[in-house]
């Protein structure tokens, strides 16, 4: 099993499968945005990016009140809400502003993003765009709970509205948290790609496959 980071292996302790770190290989193309957002010195407005991301019928019920917090505390806090909707999201957000932007632009932009379960996450904290965890549904997927010190969790709305109303902490040290979860790095200077092909060979050497398994494979590809 290849795993975008060492945080994952717990999902499968006591399976006796073999389990390969190779990290996320769309965290290392975010080069071109960190630099934007680098050189940004000053923003038009103050702006909270918002991740709606209920796709696949998972927990829609909530969708509804969730967005309603995050609405509430910008709102007291003093920013903008902008929403960046997953594709497979099918809600119906017409009474917020929905951006068409590309969210990596929208993170550029923003003061702060703000997410429940989501990769963007990750993708986020590359390009140096603040984030909070914002788990007020009951979320209990654990990876995203403990940000070691890389963001801010919050499980209410006055939770969220303190964080924002705080405003961005500076000094924020991403690279465990990145590290655990799927952001290579240009670990022992090799991408993900590179390192998804290496464990690939030494499976193969590892793994000897007789002719007999050979023709077996070649004549399943072409049935």
């Not at 909270?48 to 829609?60: I, R």
């Not at 967005?67 to 003093?78: F, K, T």
């Not at 022992?188 to 002719?211: F, W, Y």
Request: hydrophobic letters at 35%; charged letters at 25%.
């Amino acid at each position: 099993v290849f795993l975008p980071g060492s945080f994952d292996k717990r999902y499968f302790e006591g399976t006796n499968q073999r389990l390969v770190v190779t990290g996320v290989q769309r965290l290392e193309g975010l080069s071109r945005w960190k630099v934007e957002r680098e050189q940004q010195t000053a923003r038009d407005r103050r702006m909270v990016v918002l991740n709606v991301n209920f796709s696949y019928g998972v927990l829609v019920d909530k969708r509804e009140q969730w967005i309603s917090d995050v609405h509430w505390a910008c709102r007291e806090a003093g920013y903008e809400l902008v929403i960046s909707q997953h594709p497979q999201d099918d809600g119906d957000l017409s009474s917020y502003e929905v951006s068409k932007k590309p969210l990596y632009d929208l993170l550029v932009e923003a003061d702060f993003f703000v997410s429940r379960f989501s990769g963007a996450i990750l993708e986020a904290l590359v390009i140096g765009c603040p984030v909070i965890y914002y788990n007020g549904h009951g979320e209990r997927i654990d990876k995203f709970y403990d940000g070691l010190g890389a963001y801010d969790s919050a499980k209410t709305r006055e939770e969220l509205f303190g964080l924002l109303r705080a405003g961005p902490q500076r000094g924020r040290n991403y690279a465990k948290f990145l590290t655990e979860h799927g952001w290579a790095g240009g670990v022992a200077g090799k991408s993900s790609v590179e390192q998804t092909v290496d464990a690939i060979v030494d499976i193969l050497r590892e793994t000897p496959c007789d002719a007999v398994r050979l023709e077996q494979f070649k004549a399943s590809l072409l049935s």
